[in-house]
């Protein structure tokens, strides 16, 4: 089955400081990627989309300068969580589109990545 | 504006049984439905998808139906294991721009 690892899976940082996170297809090419935010006992919501090649599309209420997304390949989408604060302070999962077939797309989720930010 | 609704938000049945988890949705114009499992800390795995043309999807002890017309999906899960306990979530894709909209999910525990 279709495969999408995040990097890092856990992460802690100071205040201020920013935070890269990766999410990768291993094995399929993904025209579209999701990146969702999670917080405890709740359920994920969608911060942003981003096609291979043109900027990410925003949700209302993402600061698209607070998360910088970056999807420079078929493969590769990168969050930036600039200038973080505790209250970014989240577990942040991607997931990647890929077309199977010609009726449907489905979506695979990574592992997700744990944002600590003290 | 397409919301998503799973009932009951936790569920605590003996090991053995068998169990039914409910999904709802809003605008019965969906493309099609998905039924995760999230494990704490984790990250979502898929256990069915069902197109909008489709009543159900099974897999191993796990089958989903939709009944699209009065906007309601099951997930039907048989002889349940202590290894069934995660978080189960339903979502639909209203369309196929992939923007899907996530129910809260159910917290199922499966008593030894």
């Known amino acids: 089955g279709a495969v999408v690892s995040q990097h890092p899976s856990r992460v802690i940082c100071k205040s201020g400081t920013s935070v890269k996170i990766e999410c990768r297809s291993l094995d399929f090419q993904a025209t579209t990627m999701f990146w969702y935010r999670q917080f405890p006992k709740q359920s994920l919501m969608l911060m942003a989309t981003s096609n291979e090649g043109s900027k990410a599309t925003y949700e209302q209420g993402v600061e698209k300068d607070k998360f910088l997304i970056n999807h420079a390949s078929l493969t590769l989408s990168t969050l930036t969580v600039t200038s973080a604060h505790p209250e970014d302070s989240s577990f942040y999962i991607c997931s990647a589109s890929a077309i199977q077939g010609i009726t449907y797309n489905e979506q695979f989720f990574g592992p997700g990545t744990r944002l600590t930010v003290l | 504006k397409q919301e998503v609704t799973q009932i009951p938000a936790a569920l605590s049945v003996p090991e053995g049984e068998n169990l039914v988890l409910n999904c709802s949705f809003t605008d019965s114009a969906i493309y099609n439905l998905q039924w995760f499992r999230q494990d704490p800390g984790k990250g979502l795995t898929s256990l069915l998808l069902?197109?909008?043309?489709?009543r159900e999807q099974t897999s191993g002890r796990l089958n989903a139906s939709l009944d699209k017309s009065s906007g309601r999906s099951t997930l039907y899960i048989a002889a349940s294991q202590p290894g069934d306990s995660a978080t189960y979530l339903c979502a639909v894709n209203p369309n196929r721009d992939d923007k899907i909209i996530f129910g809260k999910g159910t917290r199922l525990h499966i008593l030894p």
């Open positions: 069902i197109q909008s043309s489709q």
